[in-house]
């Protein structure tokens, strides 16, 4: 049997879980659901059965954020596949596909979206072995979740129950789009009718063939811009031109409403898409009351609310509400209207508020920068390089900056000069000098910088030297 390669789907806009989501820190690199991450998680769930190392597609802003996070669970050297736009499911796993068969290879490709719950694993797991040989077979197989309720927020999978065991993968009759409540009802009355979960499993020149017969001109273009992509250690850069021509498309519209060779597994896993703030309630652990907490909170009469705090919350004689804090936005909502959230992140876009895209603490590849007060002409940033990273060569034109180190070892570059500072020593760094942050020690850089100048903005930098390829 063929080996099994993981595709791990780590795109996403980060608008339903607004403000803990945000576009440039989307909900599968949060750890929403226990100490993982989603992305950890989703790793784990099948890293006993995976004969391979995953093959991850991201955002091109994310690749950081990803290589770390999998590197913190053990994953050594996966095949980063990074999408300069956004083209939906069907040609990001076309070009996970051509990866995996990049030496001749034909492995059956389990695709998942790293940010969905999984309760019951070891079912999860049963479930893939169950379907391999199918899939092994040529069959295009998904994973459709057992109904628990007429739910109108997925769109459903009908199986063929006159042909298979209840346990084996079945033939796919259709795809149907999300129903309103009458139609869900009908089809949990009725019976063969499960939700689309967006699971995959099928060997990866079988998805490449079936994809060829219906939408040539994609795979040509995902090709195209594989063959021209440039590689960058474990990162894969999808040529920008290329993949931007491809068309968008999900690969159910793409691919498995149009083949003859989709299946369908029934699976009960205690699955959840964590789709919004009040799916996120129902797979959290929940007190007497109702009430799920992630933080500083304190409940009093009151019942069924989330609660997500990075600071005391008090919630007193209220029900079914959602109240997030963070930093730098709080978000108070019915737990049925949170699927409002997008308007809200939609008027945050319009208005060009950075709370869309970032979160006050902002990731890059060496580290962090916290901006925890800005004012008239000055801004003061917490900044946190990792051990032995280091920040572009670079200068400003119109900032000044004072370094203060609170913890580690900091080695500064300021024109000609190179010295390293301890706690409690500082340093300043004139407007136009070209400097350099580095840690050369073997913990967390922590220091205060204090920007003064007539302009504080991100992009008022010239990088002269830089690894991470920002130059």
Request: charged share 25%; net charge negative; proline share 5%.
């Amino acid at each position: 049997m063929a080996l099994l390669q993981p595709v791990l789907l780590s795109g996403g806009a980060g608008t339903r879980l607004w403000p803990l989501s945000r576009e440039g820190y989307p909900k599968q690199f949060l750890p929403l659901v226990g100490e993982d991450t989603m992305l950890q998680a989703t790793w784990r769930r099948i890293a006993p059965i995976a004969d391979l190392p995953p093959i991850v597609v991201a955002n091109d802003d994310h690749r950081f954020l990803a290589a770390e996070q999998l590197r913190l669970v053990g994953v050594e050297h996966p095949a980063i596949l990074l999408e300069p736009v956004g083209r939906n499911t069907a040609p990001a796993i076309a070009a996970a596909a051509l990866q995996a068969m990049r030496d001749g290879a034909d492995p059956v490709l389990l695709v998942l979206p790293s940010d969905h719950v999984v309760a019951n694993e070891d079912a999860f797991r049963d479930a893939v072995r169950i379907a391999m040989p199918a899939a092994d077979r040529g069959a295009l197989v998904t994973f459709g979740i057992v109904p628990s309720a007429p739910e109108t927020g997925f769109g459903y999978i009908q199986a063929d129950h006159a042909h298979g065991e209840a346990t084996e993968p079945r033939r796919v009759l259709r795809f149907v789009e999300k129903p309103d409540a009458a139609t869900a009802q009908g089809y949990i009355d009725i019976g063969g009718y499960y939700w689309n979960s967006g699971m995959f499993l099928f060997r990866a020149s079988r998805y490449l063939e079936e994809l060829g017969r219906f939408h040539p001109q994609m795979l040509a273009a995902v090709r195209t811009a594989l063959l021209e992509g440039k590689r960058d250690g474990d990162f894969i850069r999808l040529d920008k031109d290329a993949f931007g021509a491809c068309p968008s498309d999900s690969i159910d519209y793409a691919v498995m409403e149009k083949t003859d060779a989709a299946m369908v597994l029934p699976v009960d896993i205690g699955w959840n898409d964590v789709g919004s703030w009040s799916a996120l309630w129902d797979v959290s652990e929940q007190d007497g009351g109702g009430n799920a907490h992630h933080g500083d909170v304190i409940s009093v009469d009151s019942r069924n609310n989330y609660a997500y705090a990075r600071r005391l919350v008090a919630l007193v004689g209220v029900d079914d509400l959602v109240v997030v804090e963070t930093d730098d936005a709080v978000l108070v909502a019915r737990k049925d209207k949170v699927q409002q959230v997008k308007d809200v992140v939609a008027q945050l876009k319009a208005g060009q508020r950075s709370q869309a895209a970032l979160h006050r603490e902002v990731h890059r590849p060496w580290g962090s920068y916290d901006s925890v007060d800005m004012g008239e002409r000055f801004q003061v940033k917490r900044i946190k390089v990792k051990p032995g990273a280091r920040l572009s060569l670079q200068s400003h034109t119109k900032r000044a900056e004072h370094w203060i180190v609170v913890s580690g070892t900091a080695r500064v570059t300021r024109d000609n000069d190179v010295f390293e500072l301890y706690a409690n020593q500082s340093t300043y760094i004139p407007i136009g000098a070209k400097h350099r942050l580095e840690n050369p020690g073997t913990e967390t850089l922590e220091l205060i910088e204090v920007q003064s100048g007539d302009y504080l903005g991100e992009d008022d930098i010239v990088r002269y030297e830089d690894v991470y390829g920002r130059s």
